[in-house]
């Protein structure tokens, strides 16, 4: 993966000034994916609770791995993996929910009009901006999917990047329309930061691991080569223009705004997570290697703190410096400002996305449990204890070593937990899902039987119509160390079509393909299944993967997906044979 860095000016003063009364950013608590356009996932503003108890959860039909974001009023926004975009009243009940054609792994930004902007995946590739009242005012179709989250610039424009298939920067203006795009030799899963400058640094997911800059009309301004490794972090931007992000290579680099190197820190395994900046310039940080760090602006070691799973979540702080993560070992954590713990929740599936901070000390965040979970301060000083306490991991010191051209770490003593409750898993009712405004696209269905009319009325059953194409796992949830096998089922097709299928890892955001000729292997990006197969005279079932064995460090969820397309068209759902697509859910724990 590389990084790319962008320096935009307004093309005018005059658009400048137009632009920004009519799209800049809502006036909340947490607007956008990471609070703000810098990315620093810091409100100074507001902070969490010390003694929580769950104010209200809501269920969507698949996981949540959008990180949450408030609008006007209270409203918190948060997309889904089934497809939807939702939103919520700030007491937990559904005021619409907007379908697109495919997951939706961003997050949403807030605009001031009140239109909220959110990309969509693998079947879909459009950026939306969906109105307060749940209509559509435009769509942009990307060359593929769009994990990336939104960022609104003060004048208004939008920026996104392209999947792995596609690999281009998009600028657009706020109603919709391309300015100019920039393409790299890889995919973009990360989203876009901006500076105070209206300079824009974005991660590129795939390719030769560079960090570039480009101008206001996206041509390249110069570049910096990183590790042969790939990035999938997003970046963050300090106060004096540093921008940090973590690598594959288990380093989180921070590099100077003319594209040097200041300085970069090795974790013991790769880092997904997005850092989170302090006002001090500390710098946080999850990785795979189990630990929550805090880094010094020099790139010191000022503590970690170790949870028992990989640690994918992106920290966000609070301005007391209090810092709230998810981790893979399904808790959610508030750490200390010197690295104790202060309270855990354990969630019923793991915890990736990064969480939300409200107003009167809230806390939003989804897990792969597919609920959204709202935390607010206890009504009294001593929060009651649940029956079943959490088990707290014991923080360690993690000694780091520093690679070369980087500042060696301090090892600072983590300092030791106190003990802290687990908030009360208070039940609440689920709120009523109300129906969408926007129609769905409908499988084609196999025609019931017609029932033929006898002298004495019968009771005649009605048939379960037969899906077009069907995912067929051979379990849902697995452990490593269990056979897997995944089979596909095709109904009868005329028409000349290409087959795709691939497997997302939804931590990871990792994309393999299936090998139809060797479904003991998976290829990396998307390549097809098939092309140009002339039909399917009758129905047809084939193995897209199959192991005897699951490796350890494979644990989490994926989307297995498989879709026909006609003959030299796209992988997307606007171009879809109707009714030959399939999602299928996995989970590895």
Not at 275 to 287: F, L, N
Not at 365 to 376: E, K, V
Not at 415 to 441: D, E, G, K, L, V
Request: aromatic share 10%; glycine share 10%.
């Amino acid at each position: 993966m590389r990084i790319l860095i962008f320096a935009l000016v307004a093309f005018s003063f005059g658009i400048f000034l137009c632009d920004i009364g009519q799209a800049q950013l809502v006036n909340s608590p947490w607007p956008m994916f990471r609070h703000d356009p810098q990315h620093t996932g810091r409100s100074d503003l507001h902070t969490g609770p010390s003694t929580p108890v769950l104010y209200w959860s809501y269920r969507a039909e698949r996981y949540i791995t959008s990180s949450p974001s408030s609008g006007a009023e209270g409203t918190i926004y948060v997309g889904s993996g089934d497809n939807m975009l939702y939103s919520i009243n700030s007491s937990g009940i559904l005021h619409w929910s907007y379908q697109t054609e495919s997951y939706v792994f961003c997050s949403p930004a807030i605009r001031n009009d009140r239109a909220v902007l959110v990309g969509s995946g693998y079947f879909d590739r459009n950026l939306y901006a969906i109105s307060s009242d749940c209509s559509l005012l435009w769509s942009y179709t990307a060359g593929s999917y769009v994990e990336s989250s939104p960022a609104v610039s003060s004048g208004g424009r939008i920026y996104i990047g392209g999947g792995s298939s596609d690999g281009r920067i998009y600028a657009i203006d706020s109603e919709g329309s391309l300015l100019w795009s920039y393409e790299t030799t890889g995919g973009i899963t990360s989203s876009a930061a901006l500076d105070d400058m209206e300079n824009i640094f974005e991660a590129s997911g795939s390719g030769d691991n560079s960090i570039y800059a480009l101008t206001s009309a996206g041509s390249l301004k110069w570049s910096y080569v990183c590790s042969n490794s790939f990035l999938d972090s997003s970046p963050a931007i300090g106060t004096a223009g540093v921008v940090y992000v973590g690598n594959d290579d288990s380093n989180l680099y921070a590099v100077h705004s003319d594209g040097s190197l200041a300085w970069s820190y090795k974790a013991g395994a790769y880092i997904h997570s997005s850092p989170a900046v302090g006002t001090d310039e500390a710098v946080y940080v999850g990785s795979g290697d189990n630990n929550l760090y805090a880094l010094m602006s020099n790139g010191f070691l000022r503590w970690s703190y170790s949870t028992p799973r990989y640690m994918n979540s992106s920290p966000s702080l609070g301005s007391d410096g209090s810092v709230y993560v998810g981790s893979s070992d399904n808790n959610i954590y508030s750490i200390g400002s010197v690295g104790s713990l202060q309270w855990s929740y354990l969630a019923g599936n793991y915890v990736s996305n990064s969480p939300g901070i409200g107003s009167d000390g809230k806390i939003y965040i989804g897990s792969g449990d597919n609920q959204l979970y709202c935390f607010g301060p206890a009504a009294t000083e001593t929060p009651t204890p649940t029956t079943t306490p959490t088990q707290t991991p014991t923080p360690t010191n993690t000694p780091t070593t520093t690679p070369t051209q980087t500042p060696t770490p301090t090892n600072t003593p983590t300092a030791t937990p106190t003990r802290t409750p687990t908030p009360t898993n208070t039940p609440t009712a689920t709120p009523t899902r109300t129906p969408t405004a926007t129609p769905t696209m409908t499988h084609t269905l196999t025609p019931s039987p017609t029932a033929t009319p006898t002298a004495i009325p019968t009771d005649t059953p009605v048939s379960t119509p037969t899906p077009l194409l069907s995912g067929i796992l051979s379990s849902s949830m697995v452990s490593p160390g269990d056979s897997l096998k995944f089979d596909i089922i095709a109904q009868p097709l005329s028409n000349l079509f290409d087959a795709y299928g691939g497997i997302f890892s939804v931590q990871g955001r990792f994309l393999y393909s299936f090998n139809l000729s060797n479904p003991y292997l998976l290829r990396k990006s998307l390549k097809p299944l098939a092309t140009r197969v002339r039909g399917l005279g009758q129905p047809v079932r084939a193995t897209l993967y199959i192991t005897p064995l699951l490796p350890p460090g494979t644990e989490g969820a994926y989307v297995c997906i498989v879709g026909f397309v006609p003959a030299g068209k796209k992988p997307a759902v606007s171009n879809a044979i109707p009714g030959y697509i399939s999602q299928t859910m996995l989970t590895i724990r």
